[in-house]
């Protein structure tokens, strides 16, 4: 499966930002789509997920209220809204992806490991 991150950009503190990852190829109907972040000279930290197969979705305490998580099937896209940024929230994105069996009733993923696709990152500044 191959990823697209885009959206980043410049926002002032408080303001709003989306994300979209765009996803193609075979097998999306037992896949999960993540978002990462990873600000400057700090590791890299997972923020949210989505289930393309139950629309199931998880989040960081860090995010949780600010952050929503969304997926268009049609278009096998998720998207990550961004509301009330904060400068803290300024890193690059990563939106990554992995294959959930279909027996496996959590469908949710928040570990690196757990993730075998990877998109490129995009850059969220927060800043005044």
């Known amino acids: 499966v191959q990823l697209q991150a885009s959206g980043g950009g410049l926002v002032q503190p408080g303001g709003s930002l989306r994300l979209a990852c765009s996803a193609s190829g075979f097998g999306l109907k037992y896949y999960t789509l993540g978002w990462f972040r990873q600000a400057p000279g700090k590791e890299r930290e997972w923020v949210s997920c989505?289930?393309?197969?139950?629309?199931?979705?998880k989040y960081a305490d860090s995010v949780k209220g600010r952050f929503t998580i969304s997926r268009d099937g049609a278009e096998n896209t998720a998207y990550l809204q961004l509301s009330n940024l904060k400068p803290e929230d300024t890193a690059v994105y990563y939106c990554a992806g992995g294959s959930v069996p279909s027996w496996l009733t959590d469908t949710l993923l928040d570990e690196e490991y757990e993730f075998d696709d990877w998109g490129q990152g995009t850059l969220v500044t927060v800043s005044s």
């Open positions: 989505i289930s393309f197969r139950d629309g199931a979705t």
